[in-house]
């Protein structure tokens, strides 16, 4: 293959990572807006992890952690007075961590997703319990 060939498929499958990423923003968006309790299916290879946070780093980005170990978890269970949507848990998650004044909307929705992942790693961890309509709840 010739360097230019090399160099015009690059630019294509950047090209193409620049597309999916926005697609997967928009996911991301929709899932938000709409406040899904169902799980987003993902490809094998982004299960895998792709590098995206290294290359976060290595753009000047660092990789930002929302809740400390177990930190969501004491949270959850002061907030969790009686059951309640996943959507009221992490409005109550924002504003307990302050997180729903001072970010700007792109993180906010960061932190939304991180909440929510958070809260489907409890479910499957046995720490947090779903009842019959859909709440989240401490103990069934």
Do not use: C
């Amino acid at each position: 293959m010739a360097s230019n060939q090399i160099i015009s498929l690059l630019q294509r499958r950047e090209e193409v990572l620049k597309q999916l990423s926005e697609i997967n923003a928009q996911i991301i968006r929709v899932t938000l807006d709409h406040g899904s309790n169902l799980p987003i299916i993902v490809s094998g290879h982004a299960a895998r992890g792709n590098g995206r946070a290294s290359v976060a780093a290595k753009k000047g980005g660092a990789r930002r952690k929302w809740f400390e170990r177990g930190e969501m978890i004491k949270l959850a269970k002061k907030l969790l007075t009686q059951p309640m949507s996943q959507a009221d848990l992490v409005r109550g998650l924002a504003s307990t961590k302050g997180y729903d004044k001072g970010l700007p909307s792109s993180e906010k929705a960061r932190f939304k997703s991180a909440a929510y992942q958070a809260i489907a790693a409890a479910l499957n961890g046995k720490q947090l319990f779903r009842n019959k309509l859909g709440q989240v709840s401490t103990r069934r």
